[in-house]
């Protein structure tokens, strides 16, 4: 148990409070800050229905890398056709190819590991922070690599751009030749 102060009242911004609602107050604080909400996702914005439906299609890709992982584990066989190294994809090859990076790279979840040029990779497409940062220069897309949707735009932004080999999995998969 966190001990509270002796006093009657604590100062918290100015103002005099009761030391019971203070800890009360912090406990939900916490408690909402460590549950993870699902694809990372805030919970103030997973209520917010026109977020959610503005971002079905990302959603939907989440999902059916999630959905290839289970069944397959790290490795989904992708059946799709081969693309060149430097391929700028339609969106539509983008989001064919995306759920199996993600399910390859991170298992769709919000991961962060050190990769083997001992740099961090986080979030469910793995973007290290050098490269989330052009990428974010050259889209505008805004966000962190860590936040799903947009880890999601992000990538489909990247394929659609010419940027397939960033991943491992790409070659793993053979989504590339």
């Not at 604080?29 to 959610?52: E, H, K, Q, T």
């Not at 190294?85 to 539509?92: E, F, V």
């Not at 050098?130 to 489909?156: C, D, F, H």
């Amino acid at each position: 148990m966190i001990p509270l102060p002796n006093r009657a009242a604590v100062q918290v911004s100015g103002r005099h409070m009761n030391p019971k609602i203070c800890f009360s107050s912090l406990l939900v604080i916490l408690v909402l800050s460590l549950v993870p909400a699902r694809y990372g996702i805030s919970p103030a914005l997973a209520s917010n229905s026109p977020y959610i439906e503005s971002h079905a299609s990302e959603i939907a890709i989440l999902e059916q890398a999630q959905s290839l992982f289970h069944e397959y584990g790290s490795r989904p066989p992708y059946k799709g056709p081969a693309f060149p190294q430097n391929a700028r994809l339609s969106p539509d090859e983008a989001k064919m190819v995306l759920p199996y990076i993600l399910a390859c790279e991170s298992g769709a979840r919000n991961v962060s590991e050190i990769d083997s040029n001992h740099k961090w990779s986080r979030g469910p497409a793995q973007f290290q922070d050098a490269t989330w940062n052009a990428r974010q220069t050259e889209s505008g897309i805004e966000g962190k690599p860590t936040e799903a949707i947009p880890a999601v735009e992000m990538s489909l932004w990247s394929l659609e751009n010419g940027y397939i080999s960033q991943w491992t999995c790409s070659k793993i998969e053979r989504i590339i030749r």
